[in-house]
């Protein structure tokens, strides 16, 4: 190339760049592969001004509550994990002792008597037997017992042994007369002295019974009631005065069969009612018999003017 060219060219690139700077342009350095890397653009008086101007403030976006996110057991440190809690103790169950051994035996199935009538009366004390005394332990005495001894932490076996009947015994007291045979068949008191000679209907009324004597041998006895207390039983020495099979009280229009009059209108006579309730009733003064069988046979041997003893 002439030296002339090379001026030439030369002269048109300074045309070119100060083109350039006069449009606000940036030139663009050429590489080896003929492809420019742009350069930033030069600021100019306009841009200047819109930066030195003052940006309006857009108001705050309030910000959410932030949710907490489960934290595994893993991802916290050893003082932080909470422990389990202890396992709750298991309650006691005490197993009660077992009941001491029974000790001997004083009264079983099988057996009667009075003592027999006596613990059926302490177990009616207290609410373990309900029926009237009869003085034979049988399987309802038997039961009653069974229950007092299983209530008491005794051996359960039905028997009175001296364990449980010393336990009955702290707990009752001892049975009236009337207590151990509230529906009869008491044993007749000792007969008044009046009672030992001749012949003499023996009416007690401490035992409730009346004993047919003759010459102070007892023949028979027989459970009698009295009147209640506005109208009680006479007592005294009487004599009988008057005997009617078949009588019917005028006064009270009451059936008196196989009376047997003894003072006024008192009479020994039979008492459907005192069959049918018991003691729960009384008479209006009269001594009532509740064995029909035994008053018609007692009837038979009562003659007028045999005695009447009727005493405490």
Not at 289 to 305: M, W
């Amino acid at each position: 190339m002439s030296r002339g060219a090379i001026a030439r060219g030369r002269a048109a690139a300074g045309a070119v760049a100060a083109l350039t700077l006069a449009c606000g342009c940036t030139a663009q350095a050429v590489g080896a592969g003929g492809k420019g890397e742009k350069s930033p653009p030069a600021r100019t008086s306009s841009d200047r001004a819109a930066k030195s101007a003052p940006t309006p403030r857009s108001s705050p976006t309030p910000e959410l509550p932030r949710m907490k996110s489960p934290v595994s057991r893993a991802e916290l440190p050893p003082s932080k994990v909470p422990s389990a809690p202890p396992p709750r103790p298991r309650p006691r169950v005490s197993t009660p002792p077992p009941p001491p051994e029974p000790g001997p035996t004083l009264l079983a199935r099988g057996q009667d008597g009075k003592k027999v009538r006596e613990l059926q009366a302490r177990l009616r004390q207290i609410g373990w037997f309900g029926q009237h005394p009869t003085g034979t332990y049988g399987p309802v005495t038997a039961t009653a017992v069974e229950g007092f001894q299983g209530k008491r932490g005794l051996l359960r076996t039905g028997a009175t042994d001296t364990r449980t009947w010393l336990r009955l015994v702290a707990m009752t007291r001892e049975p009236t007369r009337h207590e151990l045979y509230p529906d009869g068949g008491m044993p007749p008191a000792e007969p008044d002295r009046r009672c030992l000679t001749g012949r003499v209907m023996c009416i007690s009324k401490e035992s409730r019974t009346l004993t047919w004597m003759i010459d102070g041998k007892a023949v028979t006895t027989v459970d009698v009631r009295f009147g209640s207390e506005y109208t009680p039983t006479r007592e005294g020495e009487f004599r009988v005065f008057w005997k009617n099979r078949d009588h019917v009280s005028t006064l009270y229009d009451t059936p008196m069969p196989y009376a047997m009059f003894f003072s006024g209108g008192q009479a020994v006579h039979y008492s459907s009612d005192f069959a049918a309730r018991g003691y729960n009733g009384a008479s209006h003064g009269c001594v009532n018999v509740r064995d029909k069988k035994s008053i018609a046979k007692l009837f038979k041997q009562v003659e007028n003017g045999d005695r009447v003893v009727i005493y405490r």
